[in-house]
Structures are given as C-alpha cells and as structure tokens.
Antibody, heavy 122, light 108 residues
C-alpha cells in the first residue's frame, strides 16, 4: 500500500537547522510531487512548499523562502525538508504529503506521513 | 494568496445529528476544493476532493457541494468517530495552497 514514513521527533536550539525525512513506498516515487505542511500546537495547517521528485524542482511558500530547502534521494525514495535559522515559533508537527492529480488539474493530498514533531527551545 | 474561511470555528452536536460546515474562498476556485478530517495526534485524512467527490473508503454519510467561492461539507448522521477537526483546502492555486482555519466538531 502507498505509505509515507517520516523521521522521528527532534529538539533543536534557536538558530539551528533541522532536516526531516519522508520515505515513500508502494508507488513510483518519481511520479508524484511531494508537499510539506506544518501545524503549530493547537493551530491549523500551513503549506510550506513542494518538490518534484523526478527533476528536483521546488516551489516554496513566500513565508519560508530563504529558510527552507526541499531535496530528494530517488535511490531510496525519500524526500527531505530542511528548515534553517529556527525560531521558537517553528515548533510544530511537520507533515509530508503526496499530491494526486487527475484530468491535469484536479489535485489533492493523499496519503500523508505520520508527522514529525520539531521542538525549538533554548 | 487565496484566503479560505471556514464557519463555524467550532460546533457542538449529538450522535445522529445532521451537520454542515461551510468554507468560503476569497476568489473563485471553481471546484478545486478538498476536505480533510483530523483527529488529535493524527495526520489529516482526505474525505472529499474536487468539492464533491468522495474519497474511496470514506462513509457515504459525508458529502460535499459547491463551486466558485462557497462550499459545504455535510455529515448526514453523526457517528461517534466523526468528532474531529475538519479543514478545507483550495487546490486551484498550486503555487500556494491554502487551508481554512479548521472547524472543531465536539460532542454535545
């Protein structure tokens, strides 16, 4: 079955960087864009950006430009999201999610990874 | 960016009730609207895509409607497992996806 499995929880100090991984299985990794979404404690969902696993091309939300880097390793079907210059308000659960597209435009996120809690604290 | 506004933000209802959640987009998004359910400590789960298409495996008591700027998610007869938070998401602008702020559905 299609599955995304993320790396474990992280605790980081302000100013540090964090790299979260998302390992895909059950489908052709290079055939679907991968997205990253975060959720601060008790808050809603916030889209961060996406990567084309085939080309490595990326698009980032304006808010994260300059701080986020999304990469992939096709040999192990894994996507990565690295966030730098961490602040306390970056404390959140970070999710990867595969996008599905039909008829060229209709698209949705499914499945999602289980989430990775990143805590930023001094 | 396209803003998505859900109402209400929270809702109390009883098992067996019919419940409707509304999502409004700041500009027309045609039918590029998805609904997700999220339970505490879990990842969001897709319920409805393209405004009204039921995801495989999702119970038929869930339905979606709307187009343009106004959309609704309806649960025809609430079950105990439906108490969760629901999010709408516009997928019209693929350069910047946005979600509604969420609607928390609680047991009355």
């Amino acid at each position: 079955q299609v599955q995304l499995v993320q790396s474990g929880a992280e605790v980081k100090k302000p100013g540090a960087s964090v790299k979260v991984s998302c390992k895909a299985s059950g489908y052709t990794f290079t055939g679907y864009y991968m997205h990253w979404v975060r959720q601060a404690p008790g808050q809603g969902l916030e889209w961060m950006g996406r990567i084309n696993p085939n080309s490595g091309g990326t698009n980032y939300a304006q808010k994260f430009q300059g701080r986020v880097t999304m990469t992939r390793d096709t040999s192990i079907s894994t996507a990565y999201m690295e966030l730098s210059r961490l602040r306390s308000d970056d404390t959140a659960v970070y999710y990867c999610a595969r996008v599905n597209v039909v008829r060229g435009k209709i698209n949705w996120f499914d499945p999602w990874g289980q989430g990775t809690l990143v805590t930023v604290s001094s | 960016d396209i803003q998505m506004t859900q109402s209400p933000s929270s809702l109390s209802a009883s098992v067996g009730d019919r419940v409707t959640i509304t999502c409004r987009a700041s500009q027309s998004i045609s039918s590029y609207l998805n609904w997700y359910q999220q339970k505490p400590g879990k990842a969001p789960k897709l319920l409805i895509y393209a405004a009204s298409s039921l995801q495989s495996g999702v119970p038929s008591r869930f339905s979606g409607s709307g187009s343009g700027t106004d959309f609704t998610l309806t649960i025809s007869s609430l079950q105990p497992e439906d108490f969760a938070t629901y999010y709408c998401q516009q997928s019209y602008s693929t350069a910047m996806y946005t979600f509604g702020q969420g609607t928390k559905l609680e047991i009355k």
